[in-house]
């Protein structure tokens, strides 16, 4: 998708954006929570759809692009909720010179 095509109107959508947030446990390790970061809104696209195996257990591996407005603090490990959806998401790239946009690319989690 070209920055051209992004305009704010196509970023409708309110997804809830978290930054991964340790938090030690009695045992001396830690627990991987999820810290609230940002509402943001974007614009949420599915991009494929692939059967996958996990151990012994096979399932869907959905990607989804989210485009936001660029933020700067949005990484890898980061989690994306829309629409009732969790989303890892995978990487993040700007989509423009001027950098206003970031394109997350996401993946789905399913229980």
């Known amino acids: 998708m070209s920055a051209a095509v992004v305009a704010f109107s196509a970023l409708r959508r309110r997804v809830a954006i978290e930054r991964p947030d340790d938090v030690a446990d009695e045992a001396g390790g830690v627990t991987r929570g999820f810290a609230p970061l940002a509402?943001?809104?974007?614009?949420?696209?599915?991009?494929?759809?692939?059967?996958?195996?996990?151990?012994?257990?096979?399932?869907?591996?959905?990607?989804?692009?989210?485009?936001?407005?660029?933020?700067?603090?949005?990484?890898?490990?980061?989690?994306?909720?829309?629409?009732?959806?969790?989303?890892?998401?995978?990487?993040?790239?700007?989509?423009?010179?001027?950098?206003?946009f970031e394109e997350l690319l996401c993946e789905e989690l399913t229980p």
């Open 39 to 100: 509402t943001v809104f974007a614009r949420v696209e599915p991009v494929s759809a692939e059967e996958t195996c996990r151990g012994a257990a096979l399932g869907l591996a959905k990607l989804w692009r989210v485009v936001i407005r660029a933020r700067g603090d949005v990484a890898g490990g980061c989690r994306a909720a829309w629409s009732g959806r969790a989303f890892t998401v995978l990487s993040v790239r700007c989509l423009d010179a001027d950098g206003r």
